[in-house]
T-cell receptor, first 115, second 114 residues
Framework: NAGVMQNPRHLVRRRGQEARLRCSPMKGHSHVYWYRQLPEEGLKFMVYLQKENIIDESGMPKERFSAEFPKEGPSILRIQQVVRGDSAAYFCASSPGQGAGQPQHFGDGTRLSIL | DQQVKQNSPSLSVQEGRISILNCDYT??????FLWYKKYPAEGPTFLISISSIKDKNEDGRFTVFLNKSAKHLSLHIVPSQPGDSAVYFC?????????????FGQGTILTVHP
């Protein structure tokens, strides 16, 4: 999965702390997507961003979660006041444009563990 | 509400034989379908896709079939190789508001025995 870079690969937080997950898309890709995978489940869509714009956040929890994709720098998924249920693998994907013919390419994920 | 379903959690196949992975969907607005392969501790890797205007797409050892009337698609791998052992996810896109949202199935663990 060279190209989409996510860091950190593993993140441990205590309940109530903040978690920041970073994603650098593939070169030339301006569309970024975040997905969450809970244990034994498939990936669930969270949010779709283009540079400086949130296009679709229909999968984002209403509270504590936010995402951005600034003009410069990586996309950030931010989780405030983490709880045990936030423990999951968070995957970022990118594509060069919008359209079904441009498949999303995934990073290797950030495994978030909440103590 | 699980709009994309992979009803077989696992599949075991002998090397050289055909692997058939199945996927059903309920949302008639889906118009593009993709298959991804995932190894442990890695992200999903795109394999093959198919538009709803087609009923078959082939790429090397991988063929995807789409039956729109049955809302069913399948991935055929021939011949299967031990390196194909992984989790396979079916995903779908609706062209409604944006093409950004992939809806995934729960995945099928494929094991190919030497």
């Amino acid at each position: 999965n060279a190209g989409v870079m996510q860091n950190p690969r593993h993140l441990v937080r205590r309940r109530g702390q903040e978690a920041r997950l970073r994603c650098s898309p593939m070169k030339g890709h301006s569309h970024v997507y975040w997905y969450r995978q809970l244990p034994e489940e498939g990936l669930k869509f969270m949010v779709y961003l283009q540079k400086e714009n949130i296009i679709d956040e229909s999968g984002m929890p209403k509270e504590r979660f936010s995402a951005e994709f600034p003009k410069e720098g990586p996309s950030i998924l931010r989780i405030q006041q983490v709880v045990r249920g936030d423990s999951a693998a968070y995957f970022c994907a990118s594509s060069p444009g919008q359209g079904a013919g441009q498949p999303q390419h995934f990073g290797d994920g950030t495994r978030l563990s909440i103590l | 509400d699980q709009q994309v379903k992979q009803n077989s959690p696992s599949l075991s196949v002998q090397e050289g034989r055909i692997s058939i992975l199945n996927c059903d969907y309920t949302n008639s607005m889906f118009d593009y379908f993709l298959w991804y392969k995932k190894y442990p501790a890695e992200g999903p890797t795109f394999l093959i896709s198919i538009s709803s205007i087609k009923d078959k797409n082939e790429d090397g050892r991988f063929t995807v079939f789409l039956n729109k009337s049955a809302k069913h698609l399948s991935l055929h791998i021939v011949p299967s190789q031990p390196g194909d052992s992984a989790v396979y996810f079916c995903a779908a896109i609706s062209g409604g508001t944006s093409y950004g949202k992939l809806t995934f199935g729960q995945g099928t663990i494929l094991t190919v025995h030497p």
